[in-house]
C-alpha cells in the first residue's frame, strides 16, 4: 500500500490548451527525465487516487519518492487541453506520524530529536526543484514538438505553502 501525505508543501499545475498526449506516455517521459538527474535515495512508482468518495473512479499518479518526502504527479486530457499537476508532500514514519499528533510532546520532539537543519531544506528543496525541472522540460519537448508557445517563467513557478513547519 502506497504511503500516504499527510502534509503538503509545495504544489503547481498549468493546463496546456490544443495539447493531447496519453498520460502513461507522459509519465514515462518524466520517468526518464527524473532519473537523468541521478537523485539519491529515489524511488519511482505509480500509485491511484480515487476522484471522489468510495465508488468513483481512480486517476493514476506517478510518484518520485525520497527519504520522506513525495512527489505525486498528475495529467490527463482535460476538454480540448491536458493538464499536468504535482504536488509535493512529506510523509512521515508511523512513529513520528503519532507523536506529531500529540500536543506539546509533538513541538519538544521536534525540537530536540528530530530539529530541522539548513541541510534538511536544502536537500528537501532541490529534490523539489530536480523533479520540477524535470516536469517542465517534459512539457517544453512535448510542446515545442506540437508547435505551441513554451511556458512563461510565471507558469513555471511552483506555489510554495509554509514550508517546514512543524
Given at each position: 500500500m502506497a504511503k500516504k501525505v499527510s502534509l503538503i508543501?509545495?504544489?503547481?499545475?498549468?493546463?496546456?490548451?490544443?495539447?493531447?498526449?496519453?498520460?502513461?506516455?507522459?509519465?514515462?517521459?518524466?520517468?526518464?527525465?527524473?532519473?537523468?538527474?541521478?537523485?539519491?535515495?529515489?524511488?519511482?512508482?505509480?500509485?491511484?487516487?480515487?476522484?471522489?468518495?468510495?465508488l468513483s473512479p481512480k486517476r493514476e499518479y506517478l510518484?518520485?519518492?525520497?527519504?520522506?518526502?513525495?512527489?505525486?504527479?498528475?495529467?490527463a486530457p482535460f476538454g480540448a487541453g491536458f493538464f499536468v499537476s504535482w504536488w509535493l508532500g512529506e510523509a512521515p514514519g508511523w512513529l513520528e506520524g503519532i507523536i506529531a499528533s500529540i500536543p506539546i510532546i509533538n513541538h519538544l520532539f521536534f525540537k530536540f530529536f528530530r530539529p530541522l537543519t539548513y541541510y534538511q531544506l536544502d536537500t528537501a528543496?532541490?529534490?523539489?526543484?530536480?523533479?520540477?525541472?524535470?516536469?517542465?522540460?517534459?512539457?517544453?519537448?512535448?510542446?515545442?514538438?506540437?508547435?505551441?508557445?513554451?511556458?512563461s517563467e510565471t507558469e513555471r513557478k511552483p506555489i510554495l505553502r509554509e514550508i517546514f513547519q512543524k
Open positions: 508543501l509545495s504544489h503547481w499545475y498549468h493546463l496546456i490548451e490544443g495539447f493531447q498526449v496519453s498520460p502513461s506516455e507522459f509519465y514515462e517521459a518524466v520517468e526518464e527525465a527524473v532519473l537523468r538527474r541521478n537523485i539519491p535515495n529515489l524511488k519511482l512508482s505509480r500509485v491511484t487516487y480515487r476522484e471522489g468518495g468510495p510518484r518520485v519518492e525520497r527519504k520522506e518526502y513525495l512527489f505525486d504527479i498528475c495529467c528543496l532541490m529534490f523539489q526543484e530536480s523533479v520540477h525541472a524535470a516536469v517542465l522540460e517534459v512539457i517544453d519537448q512535448m510542446m515545442e514538438a506540437k508547435g505551441l508557445r513554451l511556458l
